[in-house]
């Protein structure tokens, strides 16, 4: 019987250190799993991280390209406008240079270009229409030759080596990178 007891002893403390080393080995397994779980979590969310970093990077990079690209749309639309309000205006002018209403403003202005050129004589081209008109208004017309022009009143010194340019193209042309200025404001706030 004390062999049977012993021999149930041994059993008892074999199983019951089985018992024990299966937990301790299911204990380990446990935090094996938990640790490479937590590890796996975190590189999965760095990866996440780094991904959603450069996909945000991407994402402000393509929005920067498509506001620079409308913004160079909007750009070209406006420099188109201008160069058509230019053409016009221009075309306009170009239509009312012999326009007889416009004698007054000639006269001022030929007045104006022969007292810059002083005493000497002076050659002055104005459209073919309104040469007679101008005429009766030179006080000094024996200093003055006038000759028939394009459409351009251009006062010039005899010699050639002054010459002022008093036509409204001219004048539109100088004024135009104001106006230009000013009408792409307008546009702006208008867009």
Known sequence: MALDELLRSLEEAAEARRTALLADAQADAERVRTDRAADLARRVAADRGARELELRRTATRAVD????????????????????????????????????????????????????????????????????????????ASRVTLVPSSGRMIARSADGAVEVDASMERRFARAWPRLAIELSARLEALS
């Open 65 to 140: 390209a498509a506001r620079r690209h409308a913004t160079g749309e909007v750009l070209k639309a406006r420099a188109e406008a201008l160069d058509r309000i230019r053409q016009r205006a221009e075309s306009s002018l170009a239509e009312r240079a012999a326009d007889r209403t416009a004698l007054p403003r000639l006269a001022r202005d030929l007045a104006l270009a022969l007292e810059y050129l002083g005493t000497a004589p002076a050659i002055v081209e104005a459209p073919a229409s309104l040469l007679d008109d101008l005429r009766r208004t030179l006080s000094d």
